[in-house]
């Protein structure tokens, strides 16, 4: 039995701050470029300053690619293009600077951290800041035995809190979310198809290395072998992580769900971020709140918790790389959203105080019946009192002369 009680996070989790978002939508009702003339970039920086409590929105400005690394045991079978246990190869080029991530991260000037949760390898051929987390060696095969043992899910879940943690108290303000692992796709689909009640096929791409129809085939049985044994256990997260997850998938899951506690919005990346989320938003439906979908991977089982979660992706590029490099494709547009809100000028007072007689001259104009008669009445009078006193002053002048 698990000492950890994922309840808790229903009562820690607050929604952004509405009376925030309300001020910068106003605020962006009085700068110089019209309403919705930017499109998403407004939805965008508003949900920001929600997210920050602040309006207008701060910059972003110390944002972090933070990668969960895993080997899955079901990639044993053939479902991946990769060979099983190679996701290490995949961390070390990432390291070195040779991966797309790494280019664009380099590029941008945003850090990026490797997390090893459960890679298939020696944990001395990383740097200690990169193992200290590890659960174990590799996940288990998901089609025929658990991932993990419900205390190594519990490990894992609390290791992706912790980092949480680490991430808010070094100052971090974003958080670009992206997952390193062979076989990780085919335990996100037995999430999602699991959480969303669909068959197999309907969630089972091809990966980010494309697979050929054979290999798509077997993914499809050990999605579907798999969501026979996660299904006993919808009712409780945890469980479902330590049968059909990993220990990557569940420490990316408490790494989201202390990231809304924390209110430290998050950038989500593809298919394994996903369907973490989908899991976090059954432990604390207001978390999703605070998470932003990057783009579309192409992914069929991304696209179905997106739109369980109702988040819709800001870019589509065709993006299948992983390792959240479509993620950090989004950030640029995030940073530029923040710049619009915060630093376009508002319109001049005149131009305010003319709007203003102008509203109230279009409601005069458009009075009520019973508003003209009386202006109708007022208006007879003064000519009335006019006329008087022009015949009084005609009377004056003839008894003059």
Partial sequence: MSSLNLDDFTDLIERPDGGVRRDAEARRGRQIVPPGSLGRLDDLGEWLAAAQGSAPVRPVERPRVVLFAGDHGIAELGVSAR???SASELVREVIEGGRPVSVLARRLGVPVRVVDMALDCDPDLFPEDVVRHRVRRGSGRIDIEDALTLEEAEAAFRAGVAVADEEADSGTDLVVLGDISVGGTTAAGALVAALCGTDASVVTGRGGEAIDDLAWMRKCAAVRDALRRARPVLGEQLQLLATVGGADLAAMTGFLLQ???????????GVVAAAC??????VA??????WLAAHKSGEPGQAKALDRMALEPLLDQGVKVGEGAGALLALPLVQAAAALAAELPEKPEEAEAVEAVE???????SGTPETSEASGVSATSEVSAASEVSAGQQEKKQETE
């Fill in 285 to 290: 439906f207001r978390a999703p709140d605070w």
């Fill in 259 to 269: 990231c809304a506690v924390r209110k430290l919005p998050v950038v989500l990346d």
């Fill in 83 to 85: 060979p099983a246990g």
């Fill in 359 to 365: 509203a109230v001259e279009g409601s005069d104009a």
């Fill in 277 to 282: 989320a989908l899991v976090g938003q059954r």
